[in-house]
T-cell receptor, first 115, second 111 residues
Framework: DAGVIQSPRHEVTEMGQEVTLRCKPISGHNSLFWYRQTMMRGLELLIYFNNNVPIDDSGMPEDRFSAKMPNASFSTLKIQPSEPRDSAVYFC?????????????FGPGTRLTVL | SQQGEEDPQALSIQEGENATMNCSYK?????LQWYRQNSGRGLVHLIL?????REKHSGRLRVTLDTSKKSSSLLITASRAADTASYFC???????????FGTGTRLKVLA
């Protein structure tokens, strides 16, 4: 299996622009997580999907952030409009089930820079 | 606030030496996981230890869990330059699926 796939790997954009990050989870995994990592705040969980349904988006920082999972093999995280403070590395992770004792498999991340 | 916090924040050792990292957490848990992150990469799962286990081994890794002290340690024996990475502990928040990741220990192994 190719593992979790994220695109793009790097994104540089200007403030106010729309940014869309993409994720393909591991085939057969039912749970998908979006995280954001910064030096100041560490690794933060933004949103979690189970069987393509958003279960908890309490970590989404603002209404400017939205996430979708139209099918079991694809998810997007959108920021509109983007701001410089959104600069971070965004990770997608998937797991078989969202149980309490389940391994999460992380993608390589998308490094976002908002100028 | 962080559920898990690693200590030390940074550690530099010579190749062949052992590296020990500690994780403290605040609430009761039923399991704890350790992950490794190489520079510029995603996190990779290393080991999971359940609350009824005190020690677990995986290759050169040894993890201990002390639920009474709410702490865990990760020992890497006979370290190699390739072990250079950040190491994170992750604990589930009470009653939920969410894993909270600690602040990480940056390990540097000098050849």
């Amino acid at each position: 299996d190719a593992g979790v796939i994220q695109s793009p790997r790097h994104e540089v954009t200007e403030m106010g622009q729309e940014v869309t990050l993409r994720c393909k989870p591991i085939s057969g995994h039912n749970s998908l997580f979006w995280y954001r990592q910064t030096m100041m705040r560490g690794l933060e969980l933004l949103i979690y999907f189970n069987n393509n349904v958003p279960i908890d988006d309490s970590g989404m920082p603002e209404d400017r952030f939205s996430a979708k999972m139209p099918n079991a093999s694809f998810s997007t995280l959108k920021i509109q409009p983007s701001e410089p403070r959104d600069s971070a590395v965004y990770f997608c992770a998937s797991s078989l089930e969202a149980g309490r004792a389940d391994t999460q498999y992380f993608g390589p991340g998308t490094r976002l820079t908002v100028l | 606030s962080q559920q898990g916090e690693e200590d030390p924040q940074a550690l530099s050792i010579q190749e062949g030496e052992n590296a020990t990292m500690n994780c403290s957490y605040k609430t009761s848990i039923n399991n704890l996981q350790w992950y490794r992150q190489n520079s510029g990469r995603g996190l990779v799962h290393l080991i999971l230890i359940r609350s009824n286990e005190r020690e677990k081994h995986s290759g050169r890794l040894r993890v201990t869990l002390d639920t009474s002290k709410k702490s865990s340690s990760l020992l890497i024996t006979a370290s190699r330059a390739a072990d250079t990475a950040s190491y994170f502990c992750a604990t589930p928040t009470s009653g939920t699926y969410k894993y909270i990741f600690g602040t990480g220990t940056r390990l540097k192994v000098l050849a």
